[in-house]
């Protein structure tokens, strides 16, 4: 595609339940990032795939949090029982290999945990 | 990643260079500075990035210092589109596989008719 996809753009749950974030990366990009931003607030990082390499999940908050990406492309945040907390846009990114790359972000998706 | 400092907020009147400082003063040998800006409720965009030379594109330059302990970047000609968030980040050159970037809080540029 021309960008990152992010799918839905907006989501309200409630408090408990669980959802799933879905990105789609740029095609051919191999490393994607997930990051999280809560109101007025900074980005937060959250799990970082690159190629077939273990995913760099330091960021993630808890163990309710998780994530994978299917065939080196696209990628799936699921986060369980969900609470108010978890609120805020999830934001996904994604460059092509190398550490000289600029990453390219989606729209994100708006989370409301109700 | 090294940490990087900025100031909070900064005003810039249209049509004027907007100066944005930043401190990285524990940066390494082997550390990009990137600059990414975020308008109201869209997702991060790149702008540039550099080693130590001076690096210049159609949106900015960016200033390195000799020692590389800070940097600024310049937007020549201001206009009110650019108001954003601007956030300086170091990363890593080479070396394993951990590439990611760790975002500060930023700058708060308003530019001002």
């Known amino acids: 595609g021309a960008g990152v996809s992010q799918s839905p753009s907006n989501k309200v749950t409630e408090k408990g339940k669980d959802v799933e974030l879905r990105c789609d990366p740029i095609s051919g990009h191999t490393a994607l990032y997930w990051y999280r931003q809560s109101l007025g607030q900074g980005l937060e990082f959250l799990i970082y795939?690159?190629?077939?390499?273990?995913?760099?999940k330091s960021g993630l908050p808890s163990d309710r949090f998780s994530a994978e990406r299917t065939g080196g492309s696209v990628s799936t945040l699921t986060i369980q029982r969900t609470q108010q907390e978890d609120s805020a846009v999830y934001l996904c990114?994604?460059?092509?290999?190398?550490?000289?790359?600029?990453?390219?972000f989606g729209q994100g998706t708006r989370l409301t945990v109700v | 990643d090294a940490k990087t400092t900025q100031p909070p907020s900064m005003d810039c009147a249209e049509g004027r260079a907007a100066n944005l400082p930043c401190n990285h003063s524990t940066i390494s040998g082997n550390e990009y500075v990137y600059w990414y800006r975020q308008i109201h409720s869209q997702g991060p965009q790149y702008i540039i990035h550099?080693?130590?030379n001076n690096e210049t594109n159609e949106m900015a330059s960016l200033i390195i210092t000799e020692d590389r302990k800070s940097s600024t970047l310049i937007l020549p000609h201001a206009t009110l589109r650019d108001t954003a968030v601007y956030y300086c980040?170091?990363?890593?050159?080479?070396?394993?596989?951990?590439?990611?970037?760790?975002f500060g809080k930023g700058t708060l540029l308003t530019v001002n008719p």
């Open positions: 980040i170091v990363r890593v050159r080479s070396g394993g596989s951990n590439y990611k970037l760790t």
């Open positions: 795939f690159q190629g077939n390499s273990a995913p760099d």
């Open positions: 550099g080693l130590k």
């Open positions: 990114a994604s460059s092509s290999s190398g550490a000289y790359t600029e990453a390219f």
